[in-house]
């Protein structure tokens, strides 16, 4: 079943975090995410633990909340003592409704716009993680504007492509985000921050990509990252506080594809770092991290109602269901695969295989191909596992569907999270 939070119980139904995925289905309605929360407190423990015990003291994970952002995400993130990365105002505004430390955020975003910076000031936010020159003369005119003095870390791009699908693979020379060093541009861009007033350069973030299996590409950045700090603190004189190693740890989708060892791969690195700093003589910077996917992935299920069963003779079979592409934009955007089943016949052998379909007027609007399952019929549960990252927080209201809601479970107890959107909210704003 993928992920030790997912079970069969005695009716042959699925569980999530011990709850019977069916019977919360009814009592929702579907579409339905489902959100393991003891899962996500896990997986939060697990990095604060890991990266306490491996790396320099003050090294601290923050949740990428662009994974999965809602209020009730940052009140649980926030007890567990993570930070957080947001990258719009939209993803601030939200936090702060949840009463989270602005000084516990790091804010991103390649292109801030001048609403953000001011924004982001007036929230306190820990740390502006500074995409570009622009960026960098707006927010120390803005800080100077306001007689302070913020807190940055440069978003350097270190050339290292992890193997990733391209369009998440953000930390190669050709990105749309940060400085690259290969050009010298990380160079010009730290030397510009030394000068500039209203912002203290504390240190430096990179972001190499996502669904990253093992610890070789985070080994390379920190390499690659330390001897760019080290060049720069002998031509310039800069030691930086922090280093920041972004997200990316893998999340398993489906069987056959591993499960990353969080724990191992932060020891590893930080046995780099040490290695590393001592060899170029620099002091061991604070560790940040950034993990969305790996702390939220797997705490998702998504339940739908099987509306119909379409054979294509010599072709496929088509599933359709109440969803889709507007809930779940992951197969269309990056061909992601995924685990399916029945919920309701959990416990009968996967015979078929499916091309699970959406609801929306578009081919296009896929969940999965060549999905194999229990035989479904109209009225069945298909459930969709680990979609508790980039589904919530990139659906859409494609075709005027509204948007699920979120049930939380805990301890085997649900609760409500996020209502279902209503057709009046679909024209809220509309004149
Ligand atoms: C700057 C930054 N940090 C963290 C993340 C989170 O990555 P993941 O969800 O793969 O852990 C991303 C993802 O795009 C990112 O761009």
Redesign the pocket.
């Known amino acids: 079943m993928l992920h030790d939070n997912y079970g069969i119980n005695e009716k042959g139904h699925l569980t999530v975090g011990g709850a019977d995925a069916v019977s919360l289905a009814e009592k929702y309605g579907t579409p339905l995410y489902i959100l393991d929360t003891d899962e996500i407190r896990a997986k939060c423990r697990e990095y604060k633990n890991a990266m306490r015990e491996y790396l320099p003291e003050g090294s601290m994970p923050f949740f ?1 909340s ?2 999965l952002s809602f209020v009730g995400i940052y009140r649980l993130i926030n007890e567990e003592g993570l930070g957080s ?1 947001i ?1 719009s105002s939209g993803e601030m505004y939200t936090a702060m409704k949840a009463g989270f430390p602005m000084e516990k955020t790091c804010f ?1 975003g390649n292109n801030k716009t001048d609403e953000d910076i001011e924004n982001g000031l007036s929230a306190g936010v820990g740390y502006f ?1 500074v995409d570009n020159t622009e960026e960098l003369q707006a927010l120390g005119e803005a800080a100077c504007r306001r007689g302070v003095v913020q807190d940055i870390l440069l ?1 350097i791009t270190p050339g290292i492509d992890p193997h990733t699908f391209a369009a ?1 693979n ?1 930390g190669r020379v050709d990105s749309k ?1 940060g400085s690259p060093i290969a050009t010298g541009a990380a160079e010009s861009i730290v030397a510009r921050a030394l000068s500039t007033e209203g912002v203290r350069l504390c240190g430096y ?1 990179c ?1 190499i ?4 299996f093992e610890a070789d590409p985070f080994l390379r950045a920190v390499g690659i990252m330390v001897d760019f700090a080290a060049d720069i603190r002998n031509k310039y004189g800069f030691s930086p506080a922090i280093l920041n190693l ?5 999340v398993r989708y489906y069987d056959g594809q591993d499960e990353p060892d969080i724990t191992g791969m932060i020891k590893l690195t930080g046995e780099r770092l040490g290695e590393k700093c001592a060899e170029r003589d620099i002091p061991a910077p604070v560790v940040f991290m ?5 702390i939220v992935g797997a705490a998702g299920v998504t339940v739908y109602t099987v509306g119909s069963v379409k054979e294509i003779p010599g072709f496929r079979s088509y599933v359709s269901i109440d969803g889709g592409m507007p809930d779940d934009p992951r197969y269309a955007l990056y061909a992601s695969r995924y685990t399916a089943l029945i919920a309701n016949k959990a416990d009968e052998p996967c015979t078929e295989e499916y091309t699970v379909a959406g609801r929306c007027c578009e081919s296009g609007d896929l969940i999965g191909e060549g999905m194999r399952m229990q035989k479904a019929e109209r009225g069945d549960k298909l459930a969709v596992l680990v979609t508790g ?2 589904n919530y927080s990139m659906a859409s209201n494609y075709n005027r569907i509204p948007r699920p809601p979120i049930v939380t479970v805990s301890d085997g107890k649900d609760a409500l999270a996020v209502k279902r959107e209503s057709y009046e909210d679909l024209i809220r704003n509309e004149f």
């Open positions: 990428a662009k994974a990365d990258v991103h993680v978003r998440v953000t985000f973030h972001h990509g996502s669904q990253i972004g997200g990316g740890f893998g950034e993990p969305g996917r790996s990252a980039y």
